[in-house]
């Protein structure tokens, strides 16, 4: 697994954690009995219902902040901040074009008691990774362009996330990082995630950025 390092926050190794199925909780928030402890905090629960399916970008917003953003590392031309509501608009065009969308996520658990990190606002940071899976069955508007529906099945490459949740009650979203590719075997995205990766399997790639100081091909 990658090493789980945030900018501004306490590094910890991935090796140190457990990875857990989200069958493996209730869909509730409140103290639970983990797996690896006796109490599950609940900003991981949260994050495994964040993830959970049926996708629903409406339950999504729910536990987004207002100051909410969305940062990717990769797969853009260049690294993307999304605000909350351009975050939540891809996130509806894609739960159009694509209802059975599916992250199968796995949400990571501290073992042996350990704390979980926090960043440097003091929200708490909770680890996944996804791979996503979807059919694209209707039309798909992204980035200004509008994808008819394909019936092509869509399977983007294992990545590396993190969800950093506030110490409130229920804790909120305040920003969700796309950090890592970790496998791109069998994807049909040409080795990209999120929206990238939609329209590069749909055969519109998004342009390379401008070559410049700092902007490398």
């Known amino acids: 697994p990658p090493p789980c390092e945030t900018a501004g926050s306490r590094r910890r190794d991935c090796g140190d954690m457990t990875s857990v199925s989200m069958s493996q909780t209730g869909g ?42 969305a940062e990717h590392l990769h797969s853009w031309p260049m690294k993307k901040v999304e605000p909350k509501e351009e975050f939540l608009k891809h ?15 796995s949400v990571w658990r ?27 069955t209707d039309d798909l ?26 110490n409130s009650d229920p804790p909120m979203l305040e920003k969700y990082v796309s950090r890592q590719i970790l496998d791109i075997e069998g994807c049909s995205t040409g080795g990209l995630c999120g929206v990238p990766g939609f329209m590069a399997c749909a055969g519109h790639p998004l342009p390379p950025p401008p070559p410049g100081p700092g902007r490398p091909f």
Not at 91 to 105: E, K, S
Not at 142 to 166: A, C, I, R, Y
């Open 28 to 69: 509730s928030t409140g103290s639970h009995v983990g797996q690896n402890g006796p109490e599950l905090p609940d900003a991981v629960i949260r994050a495994e219902q964040f993830f959970a399916a049926p996708f629903d970008p409406d339950a999504q917003s729910d536990m987004c902040s207002e100051r909410m953003v």
């Open 110 to 136: 501290t073992a042996n008691f350990d704390p979980y990190e926090t960043d440097e606002q003091g929200n708490m940071v909770v680890h996944a990774t996804v791979h996503v899976r979807c059919k694209h």
């Open 141 to 166: 508007e992204l980035e200004g362009q509008m994808f008819g529906g394909t019936e092509n099945d869509v399977l983007f490459p294992k990545e590396w996330v993190t969800t950093h949740w506030s």
């Open 91 to 105: 996130q509806r065009a894609i739960h159009r074009g694509c209802p059975d969308f599916d992250y199968r996520a």
